[in-house]
């Protein structure tokens, strides 16, 4: 039956192409119109499954309840110095909480006003006895300081303590550190290079309690422009942009960089932009030539062209129809409508210069054509249409979208090449071929394999077999971390925080039930 009928679409075309023609442009321009018009493209990934399985549903509960730590950007602060990294984290989340055009929150997880009066309550016995210890073993230093914290003081402090040295009071040990660290600082301040001293690093006893912080971080909540291909490219700029006008940068003794969710998912949809131009050129290229040596002539190669571009606008039309907005995934569906859309014109065409070579006319060769292949294109693409239709049943929604457009597009395409190309053949009248279309020089191998075919058989098999057999030595890796380009700054970044067990991304998120403290 639908044999049958594209022997008749073939046939509408033959006798009445302009007829064909201008149907299929109406269709087009429609198309066209409304795919311009209801275009939408979404680069969210959480987009990409559906909401309905479990632990999307715990993802989402867990966002409900703290919305402040969904879609966020984190900037790792590093200082030479505690006090460096603390001043720059300040500045910093400062300026940048007063960007609300890029930024809806901004919050310093290890740090701020809370943190400075209540920080001693979260660290462990040891490491606040030995915080405790330090300050007091500190306050001979520290009292002249708090009067007068300059140059003046620190040496009159040290001044004081000699004589408390003297008078047996302090032992010589106890200021030999500060003395030597203070010494160091001023000899290379001395000499015109840059001279990184700690308080904090110098009062802290050493292999005592923790040392203290040399990294900060700050977690941004920027606005995300989904309808780009990068959302979170403003706010990261907006974020290096604040940087170089506070002066945080490694002349200053401070190192800024930005990694997590927001970031990571930019970088991996920045490598769809790298050489786009320049693949698509080639493949465009690739194609045509495809298309010449299948052919041996501009005009068919214009009309298959032609059929591709019509089919791939009327796909998009369909495909928004059908899901509503492109994803990550479903857009795929254009280099796989067109790669596999245009072997429907390749055989067509090859058929139609055959029994043109034969001596028939055009619209004989076209109905003949449609007559030896209609069967087997129509086969083709009910098999590639079930094949993409495999992808429906799955909670990975980019896929199943994909699989929609995709499976529509093989019967677009079917149909614009047994309509719409058949119609332009007949138009633009292409001349008979002069000899058979192929490569004569491959003729003995295609005699070998005619000759041979139960070897080659064979030997497929047994290669399958052995493959096979190798399936078990096969290794996944599930990391899906590795699918990133190691070399992009938000990944560097991310991999230096894995290595730090304080501050690892890598936990886990347990829901419980609120306990309701008991009724009295």
């Known amino acids: ?33 409304y795919a311009a018009s209801h275009f939408a493209m979404t680069t969210d990934t959480a987009a990409l499954i559906s909401p309905k399985i479990a632990w999307r549903q715990n993802e989402k509960a867990v966002e409900t309840a703290f919305p402040q730590l969904s879609d966020v950007l984190l900037v790792i602060v590093d200082g030479k110095t505690p006090e460096l990294a603390e001043a720059a984290t300040a500045k910093l989340s400062a300026a940048l909480a007063e960007d609300t055009r890029h930024f809806r929150t901004v919050q310093r997880p290890d740090g701020g006003a809370f943190f400075d009066r209540e920080g001693l309550l979260f ?46 009071d302090v032992p010589l040990s106890r200021i030999d550190r500060p003395m030597r660290t203070m010494a ?4 290379t301040s001395a000499v015109g290079k840059p001279a990184y001293f700690s308080w904090q690093q110098l009062f802290a006893e050493p292999g005592a309690g923790a040392a203290p912080p040399l990294r900060r971080l700050i977690l941004a909540q920027p606005k995300l422009d989904y ?28 190192t800024v ?118 069967a087997p294109l129509a086969l083709a693409a009910g098999a590639v249409f079930l094949g993409f239709g495999a992808f429906l049943p799955t909670d990975y929604i980019g896929i199943a979208e994909l699989g929609i457009i995709a499976g529509l597009g093989m019967v677009v395409a079917l149909v614009a090449s047994v309509t719409l190309l058949p119609a332009m053949l007949m138009l633009l009248k292409p001349g008979v071929p002069r000899r058979e279309v192929g490569f004569a020089e491959a003729a003995p191998v295609d005699r070998w394999l005619h000759s041979h075919r139960k070897t080659v058989l064979w030997a497929f098999g047994l290669s399958m077999a052995g493959s096979i057999a190798l399936l078990p030595f096969v290794q996944f890796d599930f990391n899906p971390l590795h699918l990133r380009a190691k070399d992009g700054p938000a990944m560097r970044a991310l991999s230096d925080l894995m290595r730090d067990p304080l501050r690892t991304p890598n936990t886990i998120n347990l829901l419980a039930p609120m306990l309701m403290p008991p009724r009295r």
């Open 1 to 33: 039956m639908i044999a049958h009928r594209i022997q008749q679409l073939v046939a509408l075309g033959v006798k009445r192409p302009f007829a064909v023609l201008a149907v299929c442009l109406a269709l087009v321009a429609g198309a066209a119109l």
């Open 123 to 168: 660290g462990s016995t040891a490491s606040v006895k030995a915080s405790t210890k330090a300050l007091i073993d500190a306050q001979p230093l520290l009292g002249p300081l708090a009067g007068d914290p300059s140059l003046r003081g620190i040496a009159g402090a040290f001044s004081t303590m000699l004589t408390g040295v003297t008078n047996g």
């Open 184 to 187: 160091a600082a001023l000899e």
């Open 227 to 254: 309808g780009a291909l990068q959302p979170g490219e403003d706010a990261v700029a907006a974020i290096q942009a604040q940087a170089a006008k506070l002066g945080l940068d490694q002349a200053h003794g401070v």
């Open 257 to 374: 960089r930005t990694t997590g969710e927001v970031p990571l998912a930019d970088e991996e949809f920045a490598t769809l932009e790298e050489n786009i131009g320049f693949v698509g050129l080639v493949m465009a290229a690739a194609m045509l030539v495809t298309l010449w040596f299948a052919t041996r002539s501009v005009k068919i190669v214009a009309g298959i062209v032609v059929t591709i571009v019509a089919g791939l606008v009327v796909t998009t039309a369909l495909g928004l129809l059908a899901v509503g907005a492109l994803n990550l995934i479903s857009v795929a569906f254009i280099p796989l409508f067109v790669g596999l859309g245009v072997d429907f014109g390749i055989q067509i065409a090859v058929r139609f210069n055959a029994e043109r070579l034969d001596g028939a006319d055009t619209g004989s060769a076209l109905q003949r054509a449609a007559v030896a292949l209609s």
